[in-house]
């Protein structure tokens, strides 16, 4: 495996790209997750209990604002995969547990996460995806982080950087 971070030169976005290699003579499935737990201008953890969540399903887009900060009130960040998604929360006690635990996330112990974007004072954004790989095969994909001004530039954001190509 392989990992690149790197930014947009122009745009606030941030992107995660994954290199995947088969190695094994045998096929493959691996489920690939990313999680972003919100902060948005926050300063203590009270603070982020004014953060909102929405999941574009259509487009398969995370969103979240904070309309408390007054300097980024008008401003929504998102995250999104450039592949279909297997399964995505946006409850940090359901992806890391009841206790938080970062080094075993009890999201990544099931079979898949519940699709539930519930509006708790407690959120994150995880995605998953699922990876085919053949003997030998090699694959990239990527997850796209962001933010714009407003819910529907946000969208049309993630929807420009999705793509290999952008």
């Given amino acids: ?32 997750t990313f999680c972003v737990e919100w902060v948005l201008g926050a300063r203590t953890p009270a603070d982020t209990s004014m953060l909102s969540v929405a999941f574009d399903a259509e487009h398969e887009v995370s969103l979240a604002h904070n309309p408390w900060n007054p300097t980024f009130a008008g401003r929504w960040a998102f995250v999104c995969a450039s592949r279909k998604l297997h399964g995505a929360c946006s409850s940090r006690a359901e992806f890391f547990g009841r206790r938080g635990d970062r080094a075993r996330p009890l999201g990544l112990q099931c079979i898949g996460l519940s699709g539930e974007h519930a509006r708790t004072s407690d959120l994150c954004a995880a995605l998953q995806v699922h990876v085919d790989l053949g003997p030998g095969e090699c694959t990239q994909l990527h997850f796209v982080l962001g933010q714009a001004e407003g819910r529907e530039a946000a969208t049309e954001l993630a929807l420009g950087y999705r793509s290999a190509a952008a």
Avoid: D, G, S, Y
């Fill in 1 to 32: 495996q392989r990992v690149e971070v790197f930014v947009a030169p122009e745009e606030p976005v941030k992107i995660v790209r994954l290199e995947l290699e088969n190695c094994w003579e045998r096929a493959r499935r691996l489920t690939v």
